[in-house]
């Protein structure tokens, strides 16, 4: 079935580091693919989207590129700051189903 | 604007018992959908609710079910509480283009115990 297999964490970086969260995908049709963020006390919230092959999200210097022939949607960041902390899901639309990946938590230090 | 309010933000039951937890929508936005999230794991679909009818539903038995009232606010009951039923309830609402593409606005959760 479809299913999104995120790299288990948690990622600890200093601060400036470059950051990579790798996300592959199973799916039968043509998903769409998300990156939420949850912030220490807050909701689940959209960080960045991409609804077909090829395409690029990118939001707060975030990137990601929905990469069809190798079912993965990385997440990437030049630069991280104290501030990115978080935890991190890819997530799966198709149909009217949602799959999200199991979170990697993400530690930025000064 | 009001976002996503979630009712009760914790609760405690015991096993067998039955819970009705609540959620508001974002205002504007017609469809809700509610997932389970276990310690240490991401969301999982349970369904979906647009029109006040269910529309989606995930890999949930029966004894999960929903409501959509028509302001578009919405229940999740859940009978029968077994101790893996544990986890923390989000949902979330979306305007139906966005429920289309998966953009999602979510509450911040009520964690219930089975005891």
């Known amino acids: 079935g479809d299913s999104v297999t995120q790299m288990e964490g948690p990622v600890t970086l200093s601060e400036e580091a470059f950051l990579t969260i790798n996300c592959t995908y199973t799916?039968?049709?043509?998903?769409?693919l998300f990156w939420y963020v949850q912030y220490p006390g807050e909701g689940l919230q959209l960080l960045l989207k991409a609804t077909k092959a090829d395409d690029k999200g990118s939001n707060k210097g975030f990137e990601a590129t929905y990469r069809k022939e190798t079912t993965s949607f990385h997440l990437e960041k030049g630069s991280v700051q104290v501030s990115d902390s978080a935890v991190y899901f890819c997530?799966?639309?198709?149909?009217?189903?949602?799959?999200f990946g199991t979170g990697t938590s993400l530690t930025v230090i000064p | 604007e009001t976002g996503v309010t979630q009712s009760p933000t914790h609760l405690i039951k015991t096993r067998g018992q039955q819970v009705t937890l609540r959620c508001s929508s974002q205002?504007?936005?017609?469809?809700v959908s509610w997932y389970q999230q276990a310690l240490g794991q991401g969301p999982q679909f349970i369904f979906q609710?647009?029109?006040?009818?269910?529309?989606g539903r995930g890999n949930f038995p029966p004894r999960f079910s929903g409501l959509q009232f028509p302001n578009y606010s919405s229940e999740l009951n859940v009978n029968a509480l077994e101790l893996d039923d544990s986890a923390l309830y989000l949902c979330?609402?979306?305007?139906?283009?966005?429920?289309?593409?998966?953009?999602?606005?979510f509450g911040e959760g009520s964690r219930l115990t089975v005891l």
């Open positions: 799916a039968t049709g043509y998903p769409s």
């Open positions: 997530a799966l639309h198709t149909g009217n189903q949602f799959y």
């Open positions: 205002s504007g936005h017609n469809t």
């Open positions: 609710y647009y029109r006040e009818e269910e529309n």
């Open positions: 979330a609402s979306s305007p139906v283009q966005g429920a289309m593409t998966g953009e999602l606005f």
